[in-house]
């Protein structure tokens, strides 16, 4: 299948410092939805995900949690093993940066670099946040309590002073700016894009990507006391799943990456730093990088410490796995910042869910059970208003396309929910119960009608709600083979056999206590 357009999309690897949560299932998710349109569309997709292994802030976790590195990070990474199953993540692949391959790309990666005179060795002194993982400037920092020093990201800092390799990224500034220049697309949203290419013109100094403080990481090639940084192993991961060093095979099929969404909170490695490195090492950049908004909980910084953390497993339980999948790329204007609350997850499971999708398909398939034998009905002449709605339908698929290519769940859904609002607006106005005595013919256009703007619906939404919308296509007869957009266009066929139906969007009851009922 040479001619097949391929599509490659990364999350973040997650630090095994800690358990999943609520913000690492949400990007995961947000590429889980990719994923599924673009395999849909006819694209030969390759999705990877997977957790960052190395560094001085898992070491002090393991060291805390009185096991080895290794076994700890076993442990922990398994965690977001078992959350991709269980959120239903399609990810071709789960990768570890204490993998031998990942090991043997970025030693590879690093020769490079110094092949090309682009990492030399020389001495840091200068101020380091082991929760960050990261190097900031005298400038940067903010006075914390007891005459200590904080990060712009609160974190404390401490004083390092060693031997360490360094990066040239101060030779990078001009080309790194002409490069955003030529990709207008390489970074978003445009407000992010614009706070990159103002740290950027604002100079870059070189970077230090070697410790020698501690142990638990890549060893710098041909000089083991120094350890790779951190972010030089973690960011490699991404070529390092497609066989790098290898550059045939995976790699010449799938890269330059289609897409690496992150937080906001990582954009600057990834837009800076590594489009950089990978340029200096004669690779291709990425073609684009989202960083995607901060969840909070009910008003309130999500964190270990305040003891608010969400858990993605418990919220699934509760409300059901495609419901919390929906509410998360619905609720929030995907880039912005978002505050999770109870509330407005069951305003938004009941009313767009269980109200306005639900009770479409609901009453639109029990009128066909009771009133046309449990069979796809045979429509007459379409009439303006049906071509209206059936054409609203159609055109929703190129607009799901550009939605998804800008990464504007929120959009696309607003859109689709559109046609949901406007196919209730026609029931209500056909009246097709009403028909059943003075116009049986007409009541079977309108069911048809019906019918096949919810199998065009359900085709749409399966990428966000996977689960839900394959029992309603069951439900309207739909076989496997019709259920990619190639078979958008493919009508339902008069006369097919249904299934019972049953509603597929429970509404949420709540309890005295606040729970499900
Ligand atoms: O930064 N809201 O890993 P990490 C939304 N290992 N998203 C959130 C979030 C929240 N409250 N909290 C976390 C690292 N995230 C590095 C990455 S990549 C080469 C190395 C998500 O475990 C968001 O995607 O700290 C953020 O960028 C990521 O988790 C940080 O995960």
């Known amino acids: 299948m040479t001619g097949q357009p391929r599509y490659y999309l990364t999350t973040p690897i997650y630090y095994v410092n800690d358990s999943p949560h609520i913000g690492h299932a949400y990007t995961t998710l947000a590429c889980d939805v990719i994923a599924r349109f673009k395999r849909l569309d006819g694209f030969d997709v390759k999705f990877l995900t997977g957790t960052d292994e190395h560094g001085q802030k898992v ?33 071709d692949d789960f990768i570890r940066t204490t993998e ?47 005459g200590t020093k904080l990060a712009p990201t609160g974190a404390p800092v401490e004083w390092v002073e060693e031997p360490s390799y360094f990066f040239r990224l101060s030779g990078w500034q001009q080309r790194l700016l002409d490069f955003y220049e030529q990709n207008p697309d390489f970074i978003a949203p445009t407000s992010r894009r614009n706070e990159v290419i103002s740290f950027v013109k604002g100079g870059l100094q070189d970077l230090s990507v070697s410790r020698t ?70 690779l291709e950049p990425p073609r684009r990088v989202f960083a995607h908004g901060w969840w909070t909980n009910e008003g309130q910084k999500i964190s270990k410490s305040l003891g608010n953390v969400i858990d993605p497993i418990k919220l699934v339980e509760h409300y059901g796995l495609d419901q919390v999948r929906y509410f998360l790329l619905r609720e929030v204007p995907f880039g912005n910042d978002g505050d999770f609350s109870h509330r407005a997850m069951i305003n938004r499971m009941n009313g767009e869910l269980a109200n306005d999708f639900g009770n479409l398909a609901q009453r639109s398939l029990s009128m066909i059970n009771k009133n046309n034998d449990a069979q796809v009905p045979a429509p007459g002449q379409f009439s303006a208003e049906d071509t209206e709605l059936l054409a609203a339908a159609a055109g929703l698929l190129p607009k799901l396309r550009e939605a998804i290519d800008r990464q504007m769940f929120h959009e696309g859904l607003e859109a689709v929910w559109q046609v949901v609002r406007a196919a209730n607006g026609y029931v209500d106005r056909q009246a097709p119960w009403a028909l059943k005595k003075t116009d049986p013919a007409r009541m079977r256009t309108v069911l048809y009608v019906l019918a096949d703007t919810v199998r065009q619906l359900a085709l749409l939404l399966q990428p966000v709600m996977p689960g839900s919308t394959a029992r309603l296509l069951d439900q309207l007869a739909v076989p496997s083979d019709r259920r990619s957009f190639a078979a958008f266009d493919q009508r339902l066929a008069a006369g097919t056999p249904l299934p019972k139906p049953e509603g597929v969007f429970p509404r949420f009851v709540e309890t005295e206590a606040g729970g499900a009922a």
């Not at 991961?237 to 969404?261: F, K, Q």
């Open 213 to 282: 403080s501690f142990k638990w990481g890549v060893p710098v090639p041909d000089d083991p006391a120094h350890i790779m940084y951190v972010w030089l192993d973690a960011l490699t991961n991404y070529i390092t799943a497609v066989g790098y060093p290898e550059t045939s095979g995976e790699y010449a099929r799938y890269w330059p990456a289609d897409l690496h969404m992150v937080g906001k909170d990582i954009l600057r490695f990834h837009a800076v730093y590594w489009p950089a490195f990978l340029m200096a090492a004669g």
């Open 59 to 91: 070491e002090k976790s393991a060291l805390a949690a009185g096991i080895a590195p290794q076994e700890f990070t076993d442990r922990v990474s398994q965690n977001f093993r078992d959350l991709a199953a269980f959120m239903g993540y399609s990810n």
């Open 100 to 146: 031998p391959r990942h090991i043997a790309s970025c030693q590879a990666l690093w020769r490079k670099l110094v092949e090309k005179g682009e990492i030399t060795l020389g001495s840091y002194a200068g101020w380091y946040s082991v929760r960050d993982e990261a190097f900031w400037g005298e400038d940067e920092l903010t006075q914390g309590p007891n």
